[in-house]
């Protein structure tokens, strides 16, 4: 009898034993039976979901079809060959490492986005997979492959929004828009820890400098990176307007999901962008949410569309002293002493630029223009044709290049530059692009030189 009450209570431990195990990995096991039918289109729970399920979220939320970005954490055969041989979390960690330091992908400015959309997780392993390929990518695409290789393990990670480690001298998203992302695993007590794939920060930020986003906000942040893709590179800015809107919808609370809504609103050919007060007061909720050193060079810059240098500055605030090797923000700076005429303080900011970011085009840019203002007519245009090499879609440098080509009589050239800035406009602000080109250069800028005179009307 006594070893039957024994052989019962040794049962009732065993069982205890069991539950205690399912409890402990039931944050690491119970997203495995997550099927989209399990919730309701729009709920999103805060762990990894089935593409089709992120489809229909999406679409309930946002009212937009995020098409092939709806795979952006899905693991297919080749993440799950790689995942099977990194084994572990940080074995994953470890893998994306050794393919950034074999140059798979590389550290770029990311101050204007690279040419072609966000790629999924899948897309970016056979991006980086080849030694060299020095593929520029976005922060959420490699999390993005890091979460998807952990969720092949049977890991629930989900994509951080970091905003900031302890001790950087440069912000971790320069341009304000792109946003900077992690892998998030979560653990115990709602606790959790944050891998750097990107960057390989090893130490955790803060907990009020990131935040775990579910699948739909994750899609949502790839939506604005096209949304980017769209307004810059394709000037599409209807696409743009559509996925900065659906972006802000779904991550309402990201400081970069406004300044990407505010790019587009803020883009010849918006219906916004004639007031301008729209755009502006997305900064400012931007601003609102993280009142950091990105946040405050994109009102500067705004600034600086008026004319307004004393304002530019005003913005800016300690920015440059919180991260002083931010080169984009240097660069405003010397924008607006340049407005200033104060030539030899803006020369020691884009000096200070070209330290922090060699890479970053908008130095030349403003260089050509310093130079043109202190009558180094030769050595600006060196500097202006630097710039378009270095980025030929920018219609800004494009512009600097035809100007002082123009200036120097060589009028060919110009014309040449000027047609490019025009077909680098959104179409439906190319005639009043030609207008302000005409206003600019002459009447006679699209004009080919030794062009037949127009028959004039006999007497």
């Known amino acids: 009898m006594e070893q039957k009450k024994n052989s019962g209570k040794s049962w ?53 079809d995020p098409a092939g970005l709806a795979q952006l954490l899905e693991p297919d055969a080749s993440v799950r060959a790689f995942a099977t041989r990194a084994k572990s979390v940080e074995g994953v960690v470890a893998a994306i490492a050794e393919r950034r330091q074999q140059r798979g992908f590389v550290e770029w400015s990311r101050v204007e986005p690279r040419i072609g959309a966000p790629l999924t997780a899948a897309e970016v392993l056979r991006a980086i997979a080849q030694n060299g390929a020095e593929r520029q990518l976005y922060p959420l695409e ?57 960057g390989a920060h090893t130490e955790q930020p803060r907990a009020a400098d990131y935040a775990a986003l579910n699948d739909a906000q994750a899609v949502g942040a790839a939506l604005g990176l096209r949304a980017m893709h769209a307004l810059r590179n394709d000037l599409d800015v209807d696409a743009a307007d559509r996925d900065s809107a659906a972006a802000l919808t779904l991550v309402p609370k990201s400081p970069s999901a406004h300044a990407t809504r505010a790019a587009a609103m803020l883009t010849v050919g918006h219906p916004a962008q004639k007031d301008g007060q729209g755009g502006k007061q997305e900064l400012l909720e931007a601003q609102k949410l993280r ?3 990105p946040q405050r060079n994109n009102l500067a810059l705004n600034a600086l569309t008026r004319q307004d240098a004393r304002g530019a500055i005003e ?10 090797e931010y080169a984009a923000a240097h660069v405003t700076r010397a924008t607006a002493l340049l407005i200033q005429l104060d030539f030899a303080a803006a020369r020691t900011e884009l000096d200070l630029a070209a330290k922090y970011d060699p890479e970053l085009a908008l130095v030349p840019q403003m260089r050509a223009q310093l130079f043109a203002a202190v009558g180094k007519s030769e050595e600006a245009l060196v500097e202006a044709r630097r710039a378009v090499t270095m980025s030929p879609q920018d219609a800004g440098a494009l512009f600097i290049l035809a100007r002082l080509e123009h200036r ?9 530059h000027a047609l490019q800035v025009v077909e680098r406009t959104p179409a439906a602000a190319r005639e009043e692009r030609k207008l302000q080109l005409r206003s600019a250069f002459g009447n006679d800028l699209f004009e080919p030189t030794g062009a037949a005179a127009p028959p004039q009307p006999q007497p």
């Open 12 to 64: 009732r431990l065993v069982l205890w034993g069991i539950v205690a195990v399912l409890l402990g990995v039931g944050a690491l096991a119970a997203w495995k039976l997550r099927d989209p039918s399990e919730h309701r289109p729009g709920e999103v729970p805060m762990l990894p979901i089935r593409a089709e399920a992120i489809r229909k979220d999406v679409q309930a939320l946002a009212n937009v």
């Open 142 to 198: 490699i999390a993005a492959l890091g979460v998807a290789a952990l969720r092949a393990l049977e890991i629930p990670a989900l994509v951080a929004e970091v905003y900031a480690y302890p001790k950087d001298l440069r912000p971790l998203d320069p341009s304000g828009r792109f946003g900077y992302f992690a892998i998030f695993v979560p653990g115990d007590g709602g606790q959790g820890q944050v891998y750097d794939v990107y």
């Open 291 to 293: 009142d950091g050193a």
């Open 315 to 324: 913005a800016l605030g300690d920015a440059l002293t919180k991260m002083p």
């Open 408 to 416: 120097q009589g060589q009028k060919d050239e110009a014309r040449k």
